[in-house]
């Protein structure tokens, strides 16, 4: 077994932080695909871990800063098992830059 690789999971992670680095307007579509399919099977968890990526790519102690939370506890509220409340969602999306909005669908 090759240790020196990142686990594929990680490795996508690392990928898509990266894309959010490089292009931060992506952003807005990527949060907005993910809020979308949160109804979804496994969409809470995917939800969580864009927004999860949204904040690393734009550092996850700033965004914990500017939404008044320490970063251990963004860090867990944002993990796989997390289970933010809506209090701390709406201050993480706050604190990147976003707003969460409420339409009709069907």
């Known amino acids: 077994m090759n240790t020196s690789k990142s686990p594929p999971a990680r490795a996508h992670d690392a990928a898509v932080v990266a894309m ?6 992506f952003a807005d579509a990527y949060l907005a ?3 979308d399919e949160a109804d979804q099977p496994g969409g809470q ?9 949204v904040a690393e ?3 996850m102690a700033a965004v914990a800063q500017r939404a008044g939370i320490p970063r ?7 993990s796989p098992n ?21 339409t009709r669908h069907g």
């Open 82 to 102: 997390g289970n933010p409340t809506i209090k701390t969602l709406l201050a993480v999306l706050g604190a990147a830059g976003f707003h969460l909005a409420v």
């Open 20 to 25: 959010l680095k490089a292009d931060p307007e």
């Open 45 to 53: 968890a995917a939800l969580l871990a864009a927004l999860r990526q």
């Open 72 to 78: 251990e506890s963004l860090y867990r509220a944002l």
């Open 33 to 35: 695909a993910a809020m």
């Open 57 to 59: 790519a734009q550092g």
